[in-house]
Nanobody
Framework: QVQLVESGGGLVQPGGSLGLSCVASGRILSIGTMGWYRQAPGKERELVAD???????NYADSVKGRFTITRDNAKNTVRLQMDNLKPEDTAVYYC????????????WGKGTLVTVSS
């Protein structure tokens, strides 16, 4: 079974920083695009940022200039560095990856909670 495990969530004050990590493990031939999504209470899950296997990145307008997504292909890891956090960033953050076995499949982590509050 392929697993995505997130870490790094927690409580941070507005203007603070937090780093999230996600590690993929299991039966994996290759990993395509990896990314981070978030879901706040009462809202739909939305894309925060993603990154292709070649390193091309994409960010939601709301986080541009504040968040940075990176990956380490050798370690099957994707990271999200979040700076200048705002209360509006409060949500459960989910790791996502497209993983190839015979074909490409989408996998999700269980999520890690980020709370931005004084």
């Amino acid at each position: 079974q392929v697993q995505l495990v997130e870490s790094g969530g927690g409580l941070v004050q507005p203007g603070g920083s937090l780093g999230l990590s996600c590690v993929a493990s299991g039966r994996i031939l290759s990993i395509g695009t990896m990314g981070w999504y978030r879901q706040a209470p009462g809202k739909e899950r939305e894309l925060v940022a993603d990154i292709t296997s070649g390193g091309n990145t994409n960010y939601a307008d709301s986080v541009k200039g504040r968040f940075t997504i990176t990956r380490d292909n050798a370690k099957n890891t994707v990271r999200l560095q979040m700076d200048n956090l705002k209360p509006e960033d409060t949500a459960v953050y989910y790791c996502h990856a497209v993983i190839r076995l015979y074909g490409f499949m989408s996998y999700w982590g269980k999520g890690t909670l980020v709370t931005v509050s004084s």
